[in-house]
């Protein structure tokens, strides 16, 4: 019988990448199941937003929020895609310099929004246990902000890492994969700010 083992050095690993982008990162599937669920609960959020609106003879119960703070917020976050894409670019580059100060210009977006938020709860026109209007609109308000505030951790943690050292090469997908989560922040405030702000109006 022949030996058809292969030798020790032909199936040596140590030279291959320990992180890659993309979809061939375990972190980049982890990243789309979150937000596979969480939109899916934003999405089972606003479906009871429009069951409890069929169901009421007068939609809002309380007078429609005020624009202003929602449309300085999502000023914010629109302008925010840039240093966002910024980023995300220098990290898949690893150039640590750029992705840094990058880093820190998203973190800015993200506190000035937070800051925001918080005028903007204030404007909502109706208090959370007031009635299922209330409730819906400050769980859709409220949810949001949650991810918000994760990601602007994340963000910060990973902007200190990319300031201190040694830094690992790994560091630039969690970057990366931070990035695609902001994609998601914006891209799911759009309906939400829709169904809050003019979904009352209509």
């Given at each position: 019988?022949n030996?058809?083992?292969?030798?020790?050095?032909?199936?040596?690993?140590?030279?291959?990448?320990?992180?890659?982008?993309g979809?061939?990162?375990?972190?980049?599937?982890?990243?789309m199941g979150?937000?596979?669920?969480?939109g899916?609960v934003?999405a089972?959020?606003?479906?009871?937003?429009f069951?409890?609106?069929?169901?009421?003879p007068?939609?809002?119960?309380?007078p429609?929020?005020?624009l202003?703070?929602?449309g300085i917020?999502?000023a914010?976050?629109?302008?925010?895609?840039?240093?966002?894409?910024?980023?995300?670019?220098?990290a898949?580059r690893?150039?640590?310099?750029h992705?840094?100060?990058?880093?820190l210009?998203?973190?800015g977006f993200?506190?000035?929004?937070?800051?925001?938020?918080?005028f903007?709860?204030?404007t909502?026109?109706?208090?959370?246990?007031?009635n299922?209007?209330?409730?819906?609109?400050?769980?859709?308000l409220a949810?949001?902000?949650?991810?918000?505030?994760t990601?602007?951790i994340?963000?910060?943690?990973?902007?200190?890492?990319?300031?201190?050292?040694?830094?690992?090469?790994?560091r630039?997908?969690?970057?990366?994969?931070?990035?695609?989560?902001?994609?998601?922040?914006?891209g799911?405030?759009?309906?939400?700010?829709?169904?809050i702000?003019?979904?009352?109006?209509?």
């Open positions: 019988m030996d058809t083992r292969i030798p020790s050095q032909d199936i040596n690993v140590a030279r291959l990448p320990t992180y890659v982008f979809a061939h990162s375990m972190m980049w599937w982890g990243t979150l937000m596979l669920i969480e899916t934003f089972i959020t606003v479906v009871v937003y069951y409890l609106r069929s169901h009421s007068t939609w809002p119960v309380n429609a929020p005020d202003l703070w929602g917020n999502t914010i976050l629109l302008a925010s895609l840039v240093p966002n894409q910024l980023a995300r670019r220098a898949e690893e150039r640590r310099q992705a840094r100060w990058w880093l210009v998203c973190l993200a506190l000035a929004f937070l800051v925001v938020r918080v903007e709860f204030g909502l026109n109706t208090r959370w246990d007031a299922a209007y209330g409730s819906v609109v400050w769980m859709l949810l949001h902000t949650t991810h918000l505030i990601d602007t994340d963000t910060a943690v990973l902007a200190v890492l990319m300031f201190t050292g040694p830094l690992e090469g790994k630039f997908v969690d970057v990366s994969e931070n990035a695609m989560y902001w994609y998601f922040v914006v799911s405030w759009l309906p939400i700010y829709a169904v702000y003019w979904g009352a109006r209509l």
